[in-house]
């Protein structure tokens, strides 16, 4: 397998997701600063031209990082991050679709139309006057995502799993590019300060690419 990594959240997610399995891959960079990702010889791989993608032994090529992890924890089941069981699986799956359509994309989008805008509107379509609404939307999500968690000390009760990963980089992504968050939710800020102890945290910042 080879995987094709990059200096995006999407491919650390995925690295963190990899270094929380103790898995190592051969991994080559894809320079989205420099459009390589749009170049046709990463498009003939790829279609999407987005980051990660992982190639098979058979050739194929695996695109979006949600179905990459999906594919790779099929291969090394633990430690699970998403589930040992059906049910746990669910859960899961739940919390990270909580998480990817009411808040990441929002921070995503709101990125493309303000922070990257400059970035972004020669590649996509980009809605510039929508920007701030998007970054209302997280604000508002985050809160209610809070209120859900309760008592627990990850996303999915007692299990760490790849719905709190994805949170994690993408608001330490947020931070990063000036979409800062409320760090007075009583549950979501100490549980960043969880996630952010973790070793594969800080390691899953640099590229696996040689």
Known sequence: MLLYDAHSPAPRCLRMFLLEKDLQLPATLVDVFAGDNRAPAYLARNPAGQTPALQLDDGTVLAEAVAIAEYLEELHPEPALIGRTAAERAFT???WRRVELNITEFIHNAYHYAEGLERFAPRIPVVPEGAAGLKRVVQDRL??????MGDNPWLCGQRFTCADIWLYVW?????????????SLPRIAPWF?????R????????LMAG
């Open 93 to 95: 799956r739940q919390w």
């Open 143 to 148: 809160k209610w995502l809070d209120a859900m």
């Open 171 to 183: 608001l330490d992504f947020a931070d990063g590019v000036g979409q800062p968050w409320d760090r």
């Open 193 to 197: 300060e969880r996630v952010a102890a």
């Open 199 to 206: 070793p594969s945290a800080a390691a899953s910042k640099a």
